[in-house]
């Protein structure tokens, strides 16, 4: 199974998913088991926190407010054993991270897309930027002067639905809604099974 998150601006998406059955053309059909929209995102909780000047303390206040309302989702589902659920995440977030970890000179879809990394990683790299001046994370290629003063308050999101969801390993996808609704389109269209026709 899967948690599936999407770390916005104004709000964060959480979705729980069961184990995907496949299907003879295209991809897998999605189930949904669960699914809450938090208001908070990015760009509200920096603005009442903070987003320059970082410290320790306010970032665990950042991951409090958030906690408050995934914890709720958490214990209406609840992940016993977590050794064969992970986290999925689609957001600048979790992809900044992941450029970040990989340390890149650019950023580059084709690395990030799909990537997995594991939990001592993102805690690396969230320590760094922790560490990091607003100044060092303007200079950042993967954050720049766009996500300098963001880009914690994210990492607050993301450690808040870590804490709730204690999985070994965070899958990072570059692709969200419109990818979906292409998909979607798609399988409407039987564009898989005329493919498979045309064989």
Not at 41 to 67: C, K
Not at 84 to 108: D, F, M, P, Q
Request: glycine share 10%; with cysteine; aromatic share 6%.
């Amino acid at each position: 199974g899967v948690i599936l998150f999407d770390i916005g601006g104004g709000s964060s998406e959480l979705v729980r998913l069961r184990p995907s059955k496949p299907t003879k053309f295209g991809p897998p059909l999605p189930e949904i088991q669960g699914w809450m929209s938090i208001p908070i995102g990015v760009v509200n909780l920096s603005e009442r926190h903070g987003g320059v000047a970082v410290t320790r303390a306010i970032y665990e206040d950042m991951i409090a407010e958030v906690s408050a309302y995934v914890d709720r989702f958490a214990a209406q589902h609840p992940m016993r054993g977590l050794s064969n659920v992970h986290l999925l995440g689609t957001s600048g977030t979790v992809t900044t991270i992941a450029g970040v970890h990989l340390e890149l000179k650019r950023y580059e879809r084709r690395y990030i897309d799909g990537c997995w990394m594991a939990n001592d990683q993102i805690s690396s790299v969230i320590d760094r930027l922790l560490a990091m001046s607003y100044e060092e994370r303007v200079a950042n290629p993967c954050i720049g002067s766009e996500r300098a003063d963001l880009v914690l308050a994210g990492c607050a999101i993301l450690e808040a639905i870590r804490r709730a969801f204690p999985c070994q390993r965070v899958r990072v996808a570059d692709r969200g809604l419109r990818e979906g609704m292409l998909v979607q389109l798609m399988r409407a269209d039987n564009v898989w099974r005329a493919a498979a026709g045309a064989q």
